[in-house]
């Protein structure tokens, strides 16, 4: 049966899957807590652990008043468990069983593939919170060091989550695969995260922000793939993780729509006209533009590995056995079986990139990659673009090809620039670095990144948000420094 809403929040782990009702889960649970404060303190953020960060925590699953603020440190962050309410009648909405219930326990015959699935996604949370861990040290105001604080806890949270669902679900070896999130570290050559795009290094802010742009956004592309999930515990834990993700993304759309704006206008102030004028622009103390597109570049290709191979025989068994959907699957008007559909699909023929039409089964990671590109230019033109254009300059920043610096799938074989033409090795390496940041671009950028701590202050590369947290005004103090 669906568990009841109501959130217990007196217990070390607030909850609102009746945890008390369940004493060797939440035994097991309350064992693996000091663990993961272990895990947070080696390798969540560096510093700050005593000071007064104001967060948001969830308290509610209701969509109305799910979150309170208020000055927290973030080892007594309440790291809760918390499952959107449960759908009366819910069935399984795709593959093989659609119409029948959906499942409030894991069907055998899919045990694996959907622990595998959990643990991809759990492995992600940490790996992100260890990625971003130096940061704090060069934050460009105390509004962005708490934005960063908040992620990070709320990435935490998302791995409760999940341990949460391998913990109850999976007996012995579900707690195995939760000890090993704790073991991995992004980064690590003996024990790395699962997914690429977690091994990168977050170095500096403008990282962060990409990354909370453009690979949050892939979080929140898998999400609700797995909130349409038959297993209802996993959907409902998704859909829950839904509401926080919004912000990360937020996070991302809006600090690099703060740099834009900060670079146009110190352009103005100077009078260049050309956003190409790199060394006017630097010597500016605010990032060009030519450099924004090139962070873009990499990180979009990084996220865009991320959605696994264009043909994917794990992707149709995952659809197929009902445990993961598509995106707004329960939006879409066909016959959530896809058994004889097709999709288009770029692949690598005799050295060109062609369309071909391909199984829509075997080319689901192809379809959610597409709703991802969909959603990601989107946010471009919407919020970036938009700045740059009413500032007057005559650029765009763009997405590359799905084709550019790819290491997983199709044209993880090939070298193609931005517009997708194929290079061979020697010009890609020429060109290199008119496509991806070089190591004098990154330098400039690491250059600028001094921290501003100072209330209501920000660093020179950075605009001012338009509004503050929780209607919080210009000059709050986000973060009460203990130093
Ligand atoms: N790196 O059949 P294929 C987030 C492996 S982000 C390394 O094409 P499949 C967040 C693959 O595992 C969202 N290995 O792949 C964001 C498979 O190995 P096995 C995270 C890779 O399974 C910011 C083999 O290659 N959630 O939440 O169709 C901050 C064959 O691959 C990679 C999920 O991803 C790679 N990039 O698709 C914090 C959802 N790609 O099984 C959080 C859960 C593929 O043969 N995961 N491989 O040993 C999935 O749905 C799928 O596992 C994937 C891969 C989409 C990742």
Redesign the pocket.
């Known amino acids: 049966m669906p568990e009841l809403t109501a959130v217990d929040y007196d217990g070390l782990i607030p909850n609102n899957v009746g945890l008390n009702a369940d004493p060797r889960l939440r035994r097991a649970l309350e064992s693996w807590h000091p663990r993961s404060l272990d895990w947070w303190k080696a390798c969540g953020p560096v510093g700050f652990q005593e000071s007064l960060v104001y967060l948001r925590t969830a308290v509610s699953v209701e969509p109305e008043g799910w979150a309170r603020f208020g000055y927290v440190r973030m080892p007594d962050y309440r790291w809760g468990i918390l499952l959107a309410p449960p759908v009366e009648g819910r069935t399984i909405g795709f593959g093989a069983h659609r119409g029948e219930p959906a499942w409030h326990d894991v069907p055998g015959e899919y045990r694996a593939m959907l622990r595998?699935?959990?643990v991809?996604?759990g492995?992600?949370?940490p790996?992100?919170?260890e990625q971003q861990r130096r940061l704090g040290a060069t934050a460009p105001s105390l509004y962005d060091l708490r934005n960063l604080f908040q992620?990070n806890v709320e990435?935490g949270r998302?791995l409760w989550a999940m341990v949460y669902l391998l913990q109850k679900y999976f007996g012995r070896d579900g707690r195995e695969e939760a000890e090993d999130m704790l073991r991995r570290r992004s980064g690590d050559a003996d024990s790395p995260r699962?997914?690429?795009?977690?091994n990168e290094a977050t170095p500096d802010w403008l990282a962060f922000f990409m990354?909370?742009f453009f690979?949050?956004?892939?979080?929140?592309?898998?999400?609700h793939?797995?909130a349409q999930s038959g297993f209802d515990p996993l959907s409902r834990t998704c859909r829950f993780?839904l509401t926080e993700?919004a912000h990360?993304m937020f996070v991302g759309q809006s600090g690099v729509g703060r740099i834009i704006e900060r670079t146009c206008a110190a352009m103005r102030a100077a009078g260049i006209d050309d956003p190409h004028d790199i060394e006017r622009v630097r010597a500016l103390g605010v990032i060009d533009l030519p450099t924004l597109q090139k962070r873009a570049n990499l990180h979009f290709s990084l996220?865009l590995?991320?959605?696994?191979?264009?043909?994917?025989?794990?992707?149709?068994n995952?659809f197929n056995a009902g445990l993961?959907g598509r995106y707004q699957e329960d939006q879409i008007a066909d016959d959530h079986a896809l058994l004889g559909a097709s999709y288009k699909v770029l692949r690598l023929r005799d050295g060109h990139i062609v369309e071909e039409n391909a199984p829509a089964l075997a080319a689901?990671?192809m379809r959610?990659r597409d709703d991802y590109v969909t959603d990601a230019l989107s946010g471009v033109e919407r919020w970036w673009n938009r700045i740059i254009a009413r500032a007057g300059f005559d650029y765009r920043l763009r997405l590359p090809h799905v084709a550019f610096n790819r290491?997983?799938?199709e044209f993880a074989a090939i070298e193609a620039d931005p517009e997708g033409n194929i290079l061979d090795p020697a010009e890609w390496q020429r060109r290199r670095a008119a496509f991806l940041p070089s190591a004098d671009d990154d330098a400039f950028v690491a250059g600028l990144m001094q921290p501003c701590y100072e209330p209501g202050r920000f660093a020179s590369w950075i605009a001012p948000p338009r509004a503050g947290i929780a209607g919080q005004p210009g000059d709050f103090e986000y973060v009460k420094l203990h130093r």
Do not use: C, P, Y
Request: proline share 0%.
């Open positions: 595998r699935l959990i991809v996604q492995d992600t949370e790996a992100s919170v992620v990435e998302h699962l997914l690429g795009a977690f990354f909370t690979t949050d956004r892939d979080g929140k592309m898998q999400l793939a797995l993780m993700e990360h996220t590995d991320l959605f696994g191979s264009e043909i994917s025989t794990n992707a149709a995952a993961k689901l990671n959610l290491q997983i799938g």
